[in-house]
């Protein structure tokens, strides 16, 4: 898995009904819901990243100010950005700019943190951390 410096992608997405804060329960207004344009920022530093078969990344931190509201069947473009690596941890730079009046505007922007991990090793600690939450209730584990 290649990432460097300055590394960029961008997605878009057109606000749909299921995108508002309404439809996901994160406010009562049919406007782009917050937790669903932090989703797309993150997909943008995914996209970025790529994966392999053996390595991926995963969320760490998140910090992002929503700054402006968006109805429905507006196309917003976020854009992730590689502001630092530290070892396995990757910084971005992200922002989400709609198209309005024939200018781009920002709607949003933060820093999202990912974590370059090996899948195989991500997923064991993963098994066996809900093997022994399994065992402390009393429950057995599947196929025991």
Same mark, same amino acid.
């Given at each position: 898995?290649?990432?460097? @410096?300055?590394?960029? !992608?961008?997605?878009?997405?057109?606000? /749909?009904?299921?995108?508002? /804060?309404?439809?996901?329960?994160?406010?009562?207004?049919?406007?782009? !819901?917050?937790?669903?344009? @932090?989703?797309?920022?993150?997909?943008?530093?995914?996209?970025?990243?790529?994966?392999?078969?053996?390595?991926?990344?995963?969320?760490?931190?998140? /910090?992002?100010?929503?700054?402006?509201?968006?109805?429905?069947? !507006?196309?917003?473009?976020?854009?992730?950005?590689? !502001?630092?690596?530290?070892?396995?941890?990757?910084?971005?730079?992200?922002?989400?700019?709609?198209?309005?009046?024939?200018?781009?505007?920002?709607?949003?922007?933060?820093?999202?943190?990912? /974590?370059?991990?090996?899948?195989?090793?991500?997923?064991?600690?993963?098994?066996?951390?809900?093997?022994?939450? @399994? @065992?402390?209730?009393?429950?057995?584990?599947?196929?025991?």
């Amino acid at each position: 898995m290649e990432i460097s @410096l300055g590394q960029t !992608a961008t997605v878009v997405r057109q606000v /749909a009904d299921t995108d508002t /804060a309404q439809a996901v329960g994160s406010g009562d207004l049919a406007v782009l !819901a917050t937790p669903i344009l @932090l989703a797309w920022l993150e997909a943008a530093t995914v996209e970025v990243c790529g994966a392999d078969d053996t390595q991926t990344t995963v969320g760490t931190r998140v /910090a992002i100010d929503h700054l402006r509201p968006s109805a429905v069947g !507006a196309q917003i473009s976020c854009t992730a950005t590689v !502001a630092e690596i530290d070892d396995r941890m990757v910084t971005f730079k992200v922002d989400a700019r709609q198209r309005h009046n024939d200018q781009d505007v920002l709607i949003g922007r933060g820093v999202i943190t990912r /974590a370059v991990v090996s899948r195989e090793r991500f997923l064991a600690k993963l098994d066996r951390r809900a093997t022994d939450r @399994l @065992l402390r209730e009393g429950t057995r584990p599947p196929g025991q």
